[in-house]
């Protein structure tokens, strides 16, 4: 079965320290997809980033980073110079086939992140 | 530019209640979802439509149904409402039900059933 483990449940950092939120997954499949979503106290969820399972490079997109590490089954995010805004639960997720011919994703538990001033 | 629209935002149901949550999109995808999120549990599919005039059942369907209306709109109605459905319910959109396909959500319904 098809897993996404986000161990961290919680993490609190002060304004402008970096920090990155783990997200671990399990496969068969060869090819897959995995995804970031942030859900800000507001609640409702926003997509990040997605990446592919044959795209190793990592991304970085202002002070948002992404490292997928196929050989370790990671797929981490770190947030440089943290800022308040940032606050918010963020889930990580992974494709998964199903029914005949379509998909869903399976989520992570979240981690909830808290940047105080 | 509303994307995906949910109502209500906040319901308290009695128990063997019935309601309806509704939902439309106005970004002309083909595939809807219904997702529920309770504390600690990320988020669990209820019942997903991967194009206009078909509806599959996710990982957690009992007790719910689910109607495509139309291409815009998918809604979930809870026939006799139970304290296990009390959680957040969110509904979502992508341009295809593939794997790539990332998801657009709706703000969510609050619901409570007492």
């Known amino acids: 079965a098809q897993k996404v483990t986000q161990a961290q449940t919680e993490i609190s950092v002060v304004e402008k320290e970096d920090v990155t939120l783990d997200c671990v997954y399990e496969t068969r499949d060869t090819t897959y997809y995995l995804f970031w979503y942030k859900q800000p106290p507001s609640g409702e969820l926003v997509f990040l980033i997605r990446r592919n399972s044959f795209d190793e490079q990592n991304e970085i997109s202002g002070r948002y980073s992404w490292n997928f590490q196929k050989s370790t089954s990671s797929f981490n995010f770190t947030i440089t110079a943290s800022q308040v805004v940032d606050s918010a639960v963020y889930f990580c997720a992974l494709s998964e086939p199903w029914g005949d011919s379509n998909y869903q994703l399976i989520w992570g538990a979240g981690t909830k992140l808290i940047i105080k001033p | 530019n509303a994307g995906v629209t949910q109502t209500p935002k906040f319901q308290v149901l009695k128990t063997g209640q019935s309601m309806t949550l509704q939902c439309a999109q106005d970004?002309?995808?083909?595939?809807m979802y219904w997702y529920r999120q309770d504390p600690g549990m990320g988020l669990r599919l209820i019942y997903y439509?991967?194009?206009?005039?078909?509806?599959d059942k996710g990982e957690v369907p009992n007790g719910y149904n689910v109607s495509r209306l139309n291409k815009r709109e998918f809604s979930l109605r809870l026939e006799s409402a139970a304290p296990s459905q009390t959680s957040v319910y969110f509904c979502a959109s992508s341009e295809l039900p593939t794997a790539n396909s990332p998801l657009h959500f709706g703000n969510g319904t609050r619901l409570t059933v007492t």
């Open positions: 439509s991967a194009s206009e005039g078909t509806t």
């Open positions: 970004m002309n995808h083909n595939s």
